[in-house]
């Protein structure tokens, strides 16, 4: 058996056997940014609400000002090697605090890179806040034999229960909370192949509310099979009719074919 022993801050152990030891410690480092010059940024997005679109094209839509609790945020990592020279890299990598960590995340992590001349990485990993507040952010630390040569700027994440200002043009708000006529509005002006249109599904109990539906995803050439099961509810045979040639699992269960108007 070992011995150890503890005295304020000193531990004194004593062999019973032969061992091997490792010590590991924390020291400062000094910055080689301008002997090996690399890049590196980070930013954070809501999980399932990452882009916005501006004149059809796709934009980044990064958090910055309020983080909600119990919603799913990630980080995005991007390092560029801006040199001719091949560079082997390790990143650190760690969620704010106050967050938990999700989608096989862990609370700190390092990546080993092997970024190749003018080559950039992307490195991303997700987290959610259990609780309001202010918590501070270790940035991503970018190291090449154990000296810092890149990092990003530190933040300050506020994370609130209800949002100071709510964005009224998303799709998450009207779907959710606006009026039967702001969806119609939002689903006349919008790219509806991109539009998750299953979240209005509870919507289509009004039977009037579904038929406005059907005729402007009809007339724009678009199908889903959450809203045309509807169909069945209302009694609109045009709309089940269409809904049970999609319903495979079910037409296969009923038998070879099916004589009902």
Same mark, same amino acid.
């Given at each position: 058996?070992?011995?150890?022993?503890?005295?304020?801050?000193?531990?004194?152990?004593?062999?019973?056997?032969?061992?091997?030891? @490792?010590?590991?410690?924390?020291?400062?480092?000094?910055?080689?940014?301008?002997?090996?010059?690399?890049?590196?940024?980070?930013?954070?997005?809501? +999980?399932?609400? /990452?882009?916005?679109?501006?004149?059809?094209?796709?934009?980044?839509? @990064?958090? /910055?000002?309020?983080? *909600?609790?119990?919603?799913?945020?990630?980080?995005?990592?991007?390092?560029?090697?801006?040199?001719?020279?091949?560079?082997?890299?390790?990143? *650190?990598?760690?969620?704010?605090?106050?967050?938990?960590?999700?989608?096989?995340?862990?609370?700190?992590?390092?990546?080993?890179?092997? *970024?190749?001349?003018?080559?950039?990485?992307?490195?991303?990993?997700?987290? @959610?806040?259990?609780? !309001?507040?202010?918590?501070? +952010? @270790?940035?991503?630390?970018?190291?090449?034999?154990?000296?810092?040569?890149?990092?990003?700027?530190? *933040?300050?994440?506020?994370?609130?229960?209800?949002?100071?200002?709510?964005?009224?043009?998303?799709?998450?708000?009207?779907?959710?909370?606006?009026?039967?006529?702001?969806?119609?509005?939002?689903?006349?002006? +919008?790219?509806?192949? /991109?539009?998750?249109?299953?979240?209005?599904?509870?919507?289509?109990?009004?039977? !009037?509310?579904?038929?406005?539906?059907?005729?402007?995803?009809?007339?724009?050439?678009?199908?889903?099979?959450?809203?045309?099961?509807?169909?069945?509810?209302?009694?609109?045979?045009?709309?089940?009719?269409?809904?049970?040639?999609?319903?495979?699992?079910?037409?296969?269960?009923?038998?070879?074919?099916?004589?009902?108007?």
């Amino acid at each position: 058996k070992h011995k150890t022993e503890f005295a304020d801050t000193q531990m004194t152990l004593t062999a019973g056997s032969p061992m091997v030891i @490792y010590h590991e410690e924390i020291l400062p480092t000094r910055g080689m940014a301008d002997e090996t010059p690399i890049l590196v940024s980070q930013n954070f997005f809501r +999980h399932g609400d /990452r882009f916005r679109y501006v004149s059809n094209e796709r934009v980044d839509k @990064y958090v /910055r000002d309020e983080f *909600l609790v119990h919603v799913v945020y990630g980080c995005q990592v991007v390092v560029t090697n801006p040199t001719s020279t091949p560079q082997k890299l390790n990143v *650190l990598l760690q969620v704010p605090e106050g967050a938990v960590p999700v989608l096989n995340g862990r609370y700190t992590r390092n990546a080993n890179l092997n *970024l190749q001349p003018y080559k950039t990485l992307t490195l991303e990993y997700y987290f @959610y806040f259990p609780a !309001a507040g202010n918590y501070q +952010h @270790y940035p991503v630390q970018v190291a090449k034999n154990e000296q810092l040569i890149a990092h990003a700027e530190p *933040l300050t994440f506020k994370v609130v229960d209800e949002p100071s200002e709510i964005d009224r043009e998303s799709w998450d708000f009207v779907s959710q909370q606006g009026s039967d006529d702001d969806v119609i509005e939002y689903l006349k002006r +919008h790219n509806l192949r /991109r539009t998750k249109l299953d979240r209005i599904a509870f919507r289509m109990q009004d039977q !009037a509310f579904f038929g406005q539906v059907m005729s402007l995803l009809t007339a724009r050439h678009v199908y889903n099979h959450t809203l045309w099961s509807y169909g069945i509810k209302h009694n609109v045979t045009v709309a089940a009719a269409e809904y049970l040639q999609h319903a495979n699992s079910f037409v296969a269960a009923s038998g070879s074919y099916i004589d009902s108007p």
